[in-house]
């Protein structure tokens, strides 16, 4: 992906900054490659209404080939914590849980959207402002990591 090194080197220059930060220390900035036949569309990351509070992240993620990705992580570079949350109850809008590992196959297409599965970043940098990018990671079962970059907006943007 052309935006890798431009990225690695302000992540780099961000975690210098913040220095003292032990979360940020255990994340070096590496070259991931990413998961081959994993693909992500329209990644967006969407400010809450209040600053502070939990921002969240969607993005369409396809698979081509011939293993089953299960997605059993997220990180999002400037929030403390990330979640995949999905809605449960009747209409599966009562109240968001933590979701249990999803699973995408060859032809597939998870998609993370409002009102459904979505990643929910937890105490977010005041750093990360509507217009700019964050870099996000997906860990699956392998242990393997899945990087891209999402565009930031805010919470009266279009989702
Ligand atoms: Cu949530």
Redesign the pocket.
């Known amino acids: 992906m052309h935006f890798r090194q431009g990225l690695a080197a302000a992540l780099l220059a961000s975690t210098l900054a913040l220095g003292a930060c032990g979360e940020t220390a255990e994340a070096p900035v590496e070259e991931v490659e990413g998961i081959a036949g994993l693909e992500v569309s329209n990644p967006r990351m969407v400010l809450a209404p209040v600053a502070g509070n939990?921002a969240?992240v969607y993005f369409d993620l396809d698979y081509a080939g011939d293993r089953i990705v299960t997605v059993s992580a997220a990180f999002v570079d400037g929030a403390e914590m990330t979640?995949i949350?999905e809605y449960t109850g009747e209409n599966y809008n009562n109240a968001?849980v933590e979701a249990p590992p999803k699973t995408v196959k060859n032809g597939e297409t998870l998609s993370f959207e409002p009102g459904g599965l979505?990643l929910?970043a937890m105490n977010v940098s005041p750093d990360l402002q509507p217009g700019g990018k964050t870099e996000v990671t997906l860990t699956i079962a392998t242990g393997d990591k899945h990087s891209f970059e999402a565009e930031i907006l805010a919470a009266g943007d279009e989702r």
């Open positions: 939990p969240a979640m949350h968001m979505h929910m």
